[in-house]
């Protein structure tokens, strides 16, 4: 999942990707791209918190088990 900042350099929306403890920015040129983002992340939030759940719902199953 990408990560925005502001790039320190341009001053731009960009995407952020640490390699080999490098951050590189990617500006996003685009502000529907942006708000995409910002609904794929809070869509994957609500799945990630679910499953979470599910999860923890099959350990308390099996233990009864």
């Known amino acids: 999942m990408s990560e925005i900042a502001k790039c320190p350099t341009c001053g731009s929306t960009s995407r952020i990707k640490t390699t080999h403890g490098e951050i590189h920015y990617q500006a996003v040129q685009d502000d ?21 759940e599910l999860e923890a ?9």
Do not use: N
Request: net charge positive; proline share 0%; charged share 45%.
């Open 32 to 52: 529907d791209a942006l708000k995409k983002i910002g609904q794929m992340k809070k869509t994957l939030e609500k799945y990630k918190s679910r499953i979470e």
């Open 57 to 65: 719902e099959v350990a308390t199953l099996k233990s009864e088990h």
